[in-house]
């Protein structure tokens, strides 16, 4: 049985929090890439990922982002794992999206997730993220097939990572 005890309060936030997606970025995961918090908090101050990588910035529907984080349980200890989910509208679909789709599919991704108040936070970095729902249908409504509804899932053995701030993941991100 693991030895593991609860030390710390959880502190309430008492300044104004203001809740959804500013910004999705997303890079191939790769068991090689390194985020590290060298303070003593647990804020992620440095990172780099593998081969040159980037995080490639996605073009989404405004207040169609969202992510999160769920407790998947397990008849044991050793079988629970945290659910990370990344989700948004790509605002139109374009020959660029139809091109990469199978990219898109079967890859695994890490994705950086900006709230509106400006907290980043890093989705997927255990095993990556895949794929779980690509989809653009007609309906009857007016503008239907305007985009493309994109899921991402994987289950991770840690919490998602929490980033010191925007300047951290800067000259990560690539040039649109």
Same mark, same amino acid.
């Given at each position: 049985?693991?030895?593991?005890?609860?030390?710390?309060?959880?502190?309430?936030?008492?300044?104004?929090?203001?809740?959804?997606?500013?910004?999705?970025?997303? #890079? /191939?995961?790769?068991?090689?890439?390194?985020?590290?918090?060298? @303070?003593?908090?647990?804020?992620?101050? *440095?990172?780099?990922? #593998?081969? @040159?990588?980037?995080?490639?910035?996605?073009?989404?529907?405004?207040?169609?982002?969202?992510?999160?984080?769920?407790?998947?349980?397990? @008849?044991?200890?050793?079988?629970?794992?945290? #659910?990370?989910?990344?989700?948004?509208?790509?605002?139109?679909?374009?020959?660029?999206?139809?091109?990469?789709?199978?990219?898109?599919?079967?890859?695994?991704?890490?994705?950086?997730?900006? *709230?509106?108040?400006?907290?980043?936070?890093?989705?997927?970095?255990? /095993?990556?993220?895949?794929? *779980?729902?690509?989809?653009?249908?007609?309906?009857?409504?007016?503008?239907?097939?305007?985009?493309? *509804?994109?899921?991402?899932?994987?289950?991770?053995?840690?919490?998602?990572?929490?980033?010191?701030?925007?300047?951290?993941?800067?000259?990560?991100? #690539?040039?649109?």
């Amino acid at each position: 049985m693991l030895n593991c005890k609860i030390s710390k309060p959880i502190n309430p936030i008492c300044e104004t929090s203001v809740s959804g997606v500013l910004k999705i970025w997303a #890079a /191939n995961w790769n068991e090689a890439h390194t985020f590290t918090a060298s @303070g003593d908090d647990c804020l992620i101050d *440095t990172i780099e990922l #593998a081969d @040159g990588q980037k995080f490639i910035p996605i073009d989404f529907q405004d207040n169609s982002g969202y992510a999160n984080a769920n407790l998947a349980a397990g @008849g044991s200890t050793d079988s629970k794992a945290i #659910a990370h989910q990344v989700g948004f509208v790509i605002n139109r679909i374009n020959c660029d999206l139809l091109g990469d789709w199978k990219n898109w599919l079967l890859g695994r991704l890490i994705f950086a997730v900006m *709230t509106k108040n400006k907290q980043i936070i890093i989705f997927g970095v255990d /095993n990556g993220m895949q794929s *779980t729902n690509f989809d653009f249908a007609t309906g009857t409504a007016e503008a239907d097939l305007q985009g493309v *509804t994109v899921l991402f899932e994987g289950n991770q053995h840690d919490a998602p990572l929490l980033v010191k701030d925007q300047e951290v993941i800067r000259a990560l991100v #690539a040039e649109p």
